[in-house]
């Protein structure tokens, strides 16, 4: 048995008033997508439990079946073992995003314009980490370059009881001075932030980015702190081996610390312009060597919702449909059986550009137990089978049963 698992990052929502009260699920031309809910366990799933912030590194454990109850030390320690900083226990790790901050001359007066700095790219952000890296970096902080904007700090003997870290993301066009911590503890993380807007502002990457008519990465925003990673490895859970194709270094994090196989994709973004048929060639080449289990890992439609782009987040969903599901069913064809899940991690409603806890829609194809699904698998069809799981931990054990 192969298994195979498809994942819309933040692809659930709530009826968006520019597509006609519908939501992007609903608007969606996916054929490949609905003609296996029509022969599918169609239901919904409860990602993110009770007292946890619905963020992708919770939502996604959960949909691999680690409890996050059990597995969760933070997000950026993930990060940091996918770009191999190799975590003592005594380190604290914080996610470090380059922003833009409005240009207003006390900091905490700034808003947050853009959470990734106009999708800055890796190259350019190497250069700002490197500066930011020799003004702050020392014994104690130590700076790591990643995709992108999401690059990582690693305290040595830091803490955890940081008060509040927002995610830069849960606060677009919003003024920072509230989101900011009060903790002492959070002190120097804070004025390090506040130093980097006279740091970077005159920095030659922005000037140029400037110059070019995009946003500048003129300031570092630090959140996501936790310790080191203590995930089982996903075979002696599963007796399986298994694989996660993503371009985020969270998911490849996962991977890592789970011991699955995690194969680098030339051209993967973790956005619309991702190399779509290169991360789906990938996973079958995996099953094809040897894992039983592939988790194929999809940025897009959550950066839509960041971003407030409904148009694009229907166009991320068929993008998917269109050019990563037929190579996959294709290369399906040659196994006596399997199962592919179809689903996100959780919602990213472009009302609220932010994670929500509410349950996903899921989808569970079994190619020799085809059962009567729904015609258009999307939030309310999926509501409406009376199916409901009541965990990740849980829908991993449904995807494995007979």
Same mark, same amino acid.
């Given at each position: 048995?192969?298994?195979?698992?498809?994942?819309?990052?933040?692809?659930?929502?709530?009826?968006?008033?520019?597509?006609?009260?519908?939501?992007?699920?609903?608007?969606?031309?996916?054929?490949?997508?609905?003609?296996?809910?029509?022969?599918?366990?169609?239901?919904?799933?409860?990602?993110?439990?009770?007292?946890?912030?619905?963020?992708?590194?919770?939502?996604?454990?959960?949909?691999?079946?680690?409890?996050?109850?059990?597995?969760?030390?933070?997000?950026?320690?993930?990060?940091?073992?996918?770009?191999?900083?190799?975590?003592?226990?005594?380190?604290?790790?914080?996610?470090?995003?380059?922003?833009?901050?409005?240009?207003?001359?006390?900091?905490?007066?700034?808003?947050?314009?853009?959470?990734?700095?106009?999708?800055?790219?890796?190259?350019?952000?190497?250069?700002?980490?490197?500066?930011?890296?020799?003004?702050?970096?020392?014994?104690?902080?130590?700076?790591?370059?990643?995709?992108?904007?999401?690059?990582?700090?690693?305290?040595?003997?830091?803490?955890?009881?940081?008060?509040?870290?927002?995610?830069?993301?849960?606060?677009?066009?919003?003024?920072?001075?509230?989101?900011?911590?009060?903790?002492?503890?959070?002190?120097?993380?804070?004025?390090?932030?506040?130093?980097?807007?006279?740091?970077?502002?005159?920095?030659?990457?922005?000037? /140029?980015? =400037? @110059?070019?008519?995009?946003?500048?990465?003129?300031? +570092?925003? #630090?959140? %996501?702190?936790?310790?080191?990673?203590?995930?089982?490895?996903?075979?002696?859970?599963?007796?399986?081996?298994?694989?996660?194709?993503?371009?985020?270094?969270?998911?490849?994090?996962?991977?890592?610390?789970?011991?699955?196989?995690?194969?680098?994709?030339?051209?993967?973004?973790?956005?619309?312009?991702?190399?779509?048929?290169?991360?789906?060639?990938?996973?079958?080449?995996?099953?094809?060597?040897?894992?039983?289990?592939?988790?194929?890992?999809?940025?897009?439609?959550?950066?839509?919702?960041?971003?407030?782009?409904?148009?694009?987040?229907? /166009?991320? =969903? @068929?993008?998917?449909?269109?050019?990563?599901?037929? +190579?996959? #069913?294709? %290369?399906?064809?040659?196994?006596?059986?399997?199962?592919?899940?179809?689903?996100?991690?959780?919602?990213?409603?472009?009302?609220?550009?932010?994670?929500?806890?509410?349950?996903?829609?899921?989808?569970?194809?079994?190619?020799?137990?085809?059962?009567?699904?729904?015609?258009?698998?999307?939030?309310?069809?999926?509501?409406?089978?009376?199916?409901?799981?009541?965990?990740?931990?849980?829908?991993?054990?449904?995807?494995?049963?007979?």
């Amino acid at each position: 048995m192969k298994y195979v698992v498809v994942l819309y990052d933040g692809m659930a929502d709530y009826p968006v008033p520019q597509l006609g009260g519908k939501t992007p699920m609903e608007v969606a031309c996916k054929p490949n997508f609905d003609s296996l809910g029509k022969r599918s366990v169609v239901g919904l799933v409860k990602t993110v439990p009770d007292g946890m912030k619905p963020g992708s590194d919770v939502a996604n454990m959960s949909v691999m079946g680690f409890d996050p109850s059990i597995y969760y030390t933070g997000r950026s320690p993930l990060e940091a073992a996918s770009i191999g900083v190799d975590l003592k226990d005594t380190d604290v790790t914080l996610r470090l995003n380059t922003v833009t901050l409005s240009d207003e001359e006390k900091f905490e007066e700034k808003t947050m314009v853009d959470y990734c700095a106009g999708d800055i790219s890796t190259e350019e952000a190497r250069q700002i980490i490197n500066t930011v890296g020799e003004h702050f970096g020392s014994d104690i902080y130590k700076f790591y370059s990643g995709v992108s904007y999401r690059h990582c700090l690693v305290w040595n003997g830091g803490t955890t009881d940081l008060g509040n870290m927002t995610p830069p993301h849960d606060i677009s066009g919003k003024v920072i001075g509230e989101y900011l911590s009060k903790s002492e503890n959070a002190a120097e993380l804070i004025r390090m932030m506040k130093e980097s807007c006279d740091l970077l502002k005159n920095h030659p990457v922005n000037l /140029k980015r =400037i @110059e070019q008519g995009k946003r500048p990465a003129n300031a +570092i925003w #630090l959140w %996501g702190e936790g310790k080191k990673p203590a995930l089982s490895p996903f075979e002696e859970l599963y007796s399986m081996k298994g694989a996660v194709v993503s371009a985020v270094d969270l998911l490849k994090g996962i991977a890592k610390c789970a011991k699955m196989e995690a194969p680098e994709v030339e051209g993967a973004t973790g956005y619309i312009d991702t190399n779509f048929e290169g991360k789906a060639r990938a996973g079958v080449q995996a099953l094809k060597n040897g894992c039983d289990y592939v988790y194929i890992h999809f940025e897009a439609p959550d950066e839509c919702g960041h971003r407030r782009e409904p148009q694009n987040k229907v /166009k991320s =969903i @068929e993008l998917i449909d269109s050019r990563v599901l037929p +190579i996959i #069913l294709e %290369g399906l064809k040659e196994y006596d059986d399997y199962k592919i899940m179809i689903l996100p991690d959780h919602p990213t409603p472009i009302a609220t550009a932010t994670h929500a806890s509410d349950p996903v829609p899921f989808m569970i194809y079994h190619k020799n137990k085809e059962v009567a699904g729904v015609e258009s698998v999307n939030e309310e069809s999926a509501k409406a089978t009376g199916i409901f799981v009541k965990s990740g931990v849980e829908l991993m054990k449904k995807l494995l049963e007979e």
